[in-house]
């Protein structure tokens, strides 16, 4: 069977990257590109790539590219990262006590349309056993307070180190994880925030929403950074609401988006199709 891979690029723009990068895969392993799209910022001057292609060459592993890439990224002053399509991502999520994410995700996992292995489910609430066991996913309890959260973000990240965890989904956890967790998984968790940031941010985004009278709410999918919700942007999406709406209307709505832009997020992170650079992403279709 031939290999999958995907390979991201970015670097800065100039002519003849097209055909340098596609010459060498056709050339060096006799790939077939199956998928290729492109990225320029006009405004720094970045070219963004996402190539994915499939190969019959037994050469073609991680090591080997490397060697035989280095000499065309370094012409090109490229930064760039190749994955192949197996084993699949170990996932965590994080959760409090709202729900709606986490069965979504559940359900979309069970579906087969997140591929990874959803290895377990944290939270400091009982709230999400029924749900990790009826999906017969490892469920850990870890309740926290202001005493004792240092142990248990060290008991945290020990669970993850053990089950070798690629990615970090916070659906609706509702702690601010420390500088020291964060930098542990860089640009390896993605939390939902429920309003259309920058707008909006903190703990009760509805609430505050309501209060200034908005005719339009949103949900925010984001890379966790050390700075609480300045990390970059994957997915927003909003919906209408007018004066009849009360609270309570505004947190349902809401919930619908929440649950879209993290499934979202979480595909395309899982596919490799999100690069990251100065604080924003480039999504890849």
Request: glycine share 2%; net charge negative; aromatic share 10%.
């Amino acid at each position: 069977m031939p290999k999958t891979a995907v390979l991201l690029i970015d670097c800065p723009d100039r002519k003849g990257l097209v055909a340098a990068i596609a010459n060498f895969l056709v050339q060096q392993y006799d790939a077939n590109i199956l998928n290729a799209d492109q990225h320029q910022d006009v405004e720094l001057g970045l070219f963004f790539m996402r190539i994915e292609f499939a190969t019959d060459d037994t050469l073609c592993d991680e090591s080997h590219f490397h060697a035989a890439f280095a000499p065309l990224a370094e012409r090109f002053k490229m930064n760039w990262r190749l994955t192949f399509a197996t084993p699949p991502q170990n996932v965590a999520i994080f959760v409090s006590h709202y729900l709606h994410c986490l069965a979504d995700l559940l359900h979309r996992h069970q579906t087969g349309e997140l591929s990874c292995n959803l290895a377990l489910i944290i939270s400091n609430h009982e709230a999400a056993r029924p749900l990790a066991d009826f999906h017969k996913i490892p469920f850990h309890y870890l309740p926290l307070t202001a005493a004792n959260k240092t142990q248990v973000e060290e008991q945290q990240l020990a669970l993850l180190s053990a089950n070798s965890i690629d990615m970090v989904v916070l659906a609706r956890y509702m702690q601010v994880l420390s500088a020291e967790f964060v930098r542990a998984y860089p640009q390896r968790i993605i939390n939902v925030h429920h309003s259309f940031l920058p707008a909006f941010t903190g703990a009760r985004p509805y609430h505050a929403a309501f209060a200034r009278g908005v005719k339009l709410i949103g949900a925010t999918s984001h890379y966790v950074t050390e700075i609480l919700d300045e990390g970059p942007i994957i997915e927003q999406d909003v919906t209408r609401v007018s004066q009849n709406d009360q609270l309570p209307d505004l947190i349902q709505k809401g919930r619908d988006l929440e649950r879209l832009v993290l499934s979202r997020a979480v595909r395309w992170h899982l596919n490799y199709r999100i690069l990251s650079y100065a604080n924003k992403t480039v999504i890849f279709a």
